[in-house]
């Protein structure tokens, strides 16, 4: 079945970096876009970013522009997203989801907690 | 900075028939912003019910649906279920972005 799977969560110190992954199974990664979803503790969601199939569109939120970059790797079913200079407003659960236009499917989410 | 915005909070009874809308402050929400809608249970990921304004996914309820109403993207609910107690959003396309409306918290009761 379609899954979405995604690590690479923890605590980290303000400034710091972090590199998250979501690895996908059950379908043609290299045919789909995949974006991160961001969810901060009692909050809604939170658009970040995006990669398209072919990693030649990656667009992103005004909060994380210059600080966060999307990467895929077809060879792995990949994607990463690499945080720097992290706030302690990026504290939240990030979930990828499938598809460019229609996030129709969701991971359970990796959970960054940045704190001094 | 572009803000979508939804009704906080509805409350429905069992049985009963509720819309939520969701509006751009950029102006009215046409097919072109491609809404989506996705429902969020308890300490769950979110659940995609509807994607360019009213196509359902094979797992949608049949009394889930997605229209256009007076400039805003809406969904409603026929014949609402006790399950259906969740928070639901809204997703716009804005070209390059894409956002989040802040969600409305529907109560069965």
Redesign the interface.
């Known amino acids: 079945q379609v899954q979405l799977v995604e690590s690479g969560g923890g605590v980290v110190q303000p400034g710091r970096s972090l590199r998250l992954s979501c690895v996908a199974s059950g379908f043609s990664f290299n045919s789909y876009g995949i974006?991160w979803?961001r969810q901060a503790p009692g909050k809604?969601?939170?658009?970040v970013a995006?990669t398209s199939n072919d990693a030649t569109k990656k667009?992103?939120?005004?909060s994380v522009k210059g600080r966060f970059t999307i990467s895929r790797d077809n060879s792995k079913n990949t994607v990463y997203l690499e945080m720097s200079s992290l706030r302690v407003e990026d504290t939240a659960l990030y979930?990828c989801a499938k598809d460019f236009?229609?996030?129709?499917?969701?991971?359970?989410?990796t959970m960054v907690t940045v704190s001094s | 900075q572009t803000e979508v915005t939804q009704e906080p909070s509805l409350t429905v009874s069992p049985g009963g028939t509720v819309t939520l809308t969701c509006a751009s402050s950029t102006g009215a929400v046409t097919s072109a912003s491609y809404p989506n809608w996705f429902q969020q249970k308890p300490g769950q990921a979110p659940r995609s019910l509807i994607y360019g304004t009213k196509n359902k996914y094979s797992w949608t309820p049949v009394r889930f649906s997605g229209s256009l109403l007076g400039g805003k993207a809406a969904l409603t609910l026929s014949g609402v279920q006790p399950e259906d107690e969740a928070d639901y959003y809204c997703l716009l396309y804005y070209g390059e972005t894409w956002v989040f409306g802040g969600g409305t918290k529907v109560t069965v009761l």
């Open positions: 974006h979803v809604g969601l939170e658009w995006v667009y992103y939120a005004d979930h236009q229609a996030f129709d499917t969701w991971g359970q989410g």
